[in-house]
């Protein structure tokens, strides 16, 4: 199955008002990706009561809201904050911890009504909390949902932002691009767009020559940075990747990292080299993918745990702290093992 995935709305929780744009914006997609009456209720409510934790606890902090592809559709709520974390999670999870004035009972009641749930916080660094709710909460989809997942936020002032990423999986493996149309803005997005399509037109092309295909498809656009990687059905078949342009894309574990090689160029304009190049997937690593909206030196090792959870997690810890704030920003994170959940 091929799906382009759905940018990420980001809602900045910098004031009250806040929280109820939140509640309206996530319960306007649950519908939209066809949840119950019952679920968007417990949509809205698990929005406000994000939101006004993050208020509440942290002063600011930014939910980001998007639609699910797979299991009939879904949405996921992603809520970061750099406030002051907690040293007792499991005690916060508890009825009776929750937030004054909010809907819920706190992040037990979150957890509850939510299908999916997990958490990343760290003492002085902040919280990151994912959600997801599903139309068909039982598929196979929805429980793997952990593995492979990512954000494109565009940079503020702009209505769409010209990142975008897909992803196909099947039984052979898995298969993500990520594209970063060449500036901002709305023409940045329809190149994004179009590379997009090229991918979900050609399922079952390698990365190069999904690439080139791009570069010939993309002569009428102002073109982008283009990346393309193809894992088997687990780490011992390793990885291939094809890439042009100034992308990001790093298998990364706690200790150490091994970044990926892209050519220097933009794909529908100038690429002089499109190469494919396979590589060993490290024991306990994840693959990331960033443009160039995330600065480029982080590291998992200030992270302890992080490598393990939900690829949401990461990407969220991420964009958290190294988005730059003056360009669109898209991160992507797969795992070939199951995430560690809070428990």
Request: hydrophobic share 45%; glycine share 12%.
């Given at each position: 199955?091929?799906?382009?995935?759905?940018?990420?709305?980001?809602?900045?929780?910098?004031?009250?008002?806040?929280?109820?744009?939140?509640?309206?914006?996530?319960?306007?997609?649950?519908?939209?990706?066809?949840?119950?009456?019952?679920?968007?209720?417990?949509?809205?409510?698990?929005?406000?009561?994000?939101?006004?934790?993050?208020?509440?606890?942290?002063?600011?902090?930014?939910?980001?809201?998007?639609?699910?592809?797979?299991?009939?559709?879904?949405?996921?709520?992603?809520?970061?904050?750099?406030?002051?974390?907690?040293?007792?999670?499991?005690?916060?999870?508890?009825?009776?911890?929750?937030?004054?004035?909010?809907?819920?009972?706190?992040?037990?009641?979150?957890?509850?009504?939510?299908?999916?749930?997990?958490?990343?916080?760290?003492?002085?660094?902040?919280?990151?909390?994912?959600?997801?709710?599903?139309?068909?909460?039982?598929?196979?989809?929805?429980?793997?949902?952990?593995?492979?997942?990512?954000?494109?936020?565009?940079?503020?002032?702009?209505a769409e932002s010209g990142d975008a990423w897909a992803?196909?999986?099947?039984?052979?493996?898995?298969?993500?691009?990520?594209?970063?149309?060449?500036?901002?803005?709305?023409?940045?997005?329809?190149?994004?767009?179009?590379?997009?399509?090229?991918?979900?037109?050609?399922?079952?092309?390698?990365?190069?020559?999904?690439?080139?295909?791009?570069?010939?498809?993309?002569?009428?656009?102002?073109?982008?940075?283009?990346?393309?990687?193809?894992?088997?059905?687990?780490?011992?078949?390793?990885?291939?990747?094809?890439?042009?342009?100034?992308?990001?894309?790093?298998?990364?574990?706690?200790?150490?990292?091994?970044?990926?090689?892209?050519?220097?160029?933009?794909?529908?304009?100038?690429?002089?080299?499109?190469?494919?190049?396979?590589?060993?997937?490290?024991?306990?690593?994840?693959?990331?993918?960033?443009?160039?909206?995330?600065?480029?030196?982080?590291?998992?090792e200030p992270y302890p745990g992080l490598v393990q959870?939900?690829?949401?997690?990461?990407?969220?810890?991420?964009?958290?702290?190294?988005?730059?704030?003056?360009?669109?920003?898209?991160?992507?994170?797969?795992?070939?093992?199951?995430?560690?959940?809070f428990a």
């Amino acid at each position: 199955m091929s799906a382009a995935k759905p940018a990420s709305t980001a809602i900045p929780l910098d004031d009250r008002s806040r929280v109820g744009e939140a509640r309206r914006v996530a319960a306007s997609l649950a519908a939209h990706a066809g949840l119950s009456e019952a679920a968007r209720s417990d949509v809205g409510i698990v929005a406000t009561e994000l939101a006004t934790n993050v208020l509440r606890h942290a002063g600011q902090g930014t939910l980001l809201v998007r639609q699910l592809e797979g299991a009939g559709g879904g949405v996921e709520l992603l809520c970061v904050d750099a406030g002051p974390g907690m040293r007792d999670p499991a005690a916060c999870m508890a009825d009776g911890y929750s937030t004054a004035g909010s809907m819920g009972t706190g992040l037990g009641a979150i957890r509850r009504l939510a299908h999916g749930f997990d958490l990343y916080t760290l003492p002085s660094r902040g919280t990151v909390v994912v959600t997801r709710f599903w139309t068909r909460r039982e598929h196979a989809e929805a429980r793997a949902a952990g593995m492979l997942a990512g954000l494109a936020v565009a940079m503020a002032g702009e209505a769409e932002s010209g990142d975008a990423w897909a992803a196909r999986n099947g039984a052979a493996g898995t298969t993500v691009l990520l594209v970063d149309g060449l500036g901002h803005g709305p023409l940045a997005a329809a190149a994004a767009r179009t590379a997009v399509d090229i991918f979900r037109a050609h399922p079952s092309a390698a990365p190069a020559d999904l690439v080139t295909l791009m570069h010939a498809g993309m002569r009428s656009t102002r073109g982008a940075a283009v990346a393309v990687a193809a894992s088997g059905a687990t780490a011992a078949d390793g990885i291939r990747f094809a890439g042009v342009g100034n992308l990001s894309a790093v298998l990364a574990r706690t200790q150490d990292s091994r970044s990926l090689m892209s050519h220097n160029g933009t794909v529908g304009l100038q690429a002089r080299k499109i190469q494919e190049l396979g590589y060993p997937w490290p024991a306990e690593s994840v693959l990331v993918m960033h443009s160039d909206g995330l600065q480029s030196h982080w590291r998992l090792e200030p992270y302890p745990g992080l490598v393990q959870r939900d690829a949401a997690l990461i990407a969220a810890v991420l964009y958290r702290d190294f988005a730059r704030g003056r360009d669109d920003v898209s991160v992507v994170v797969q795992r070939m093992s199951p995430p560690v959940v809070f428990a």
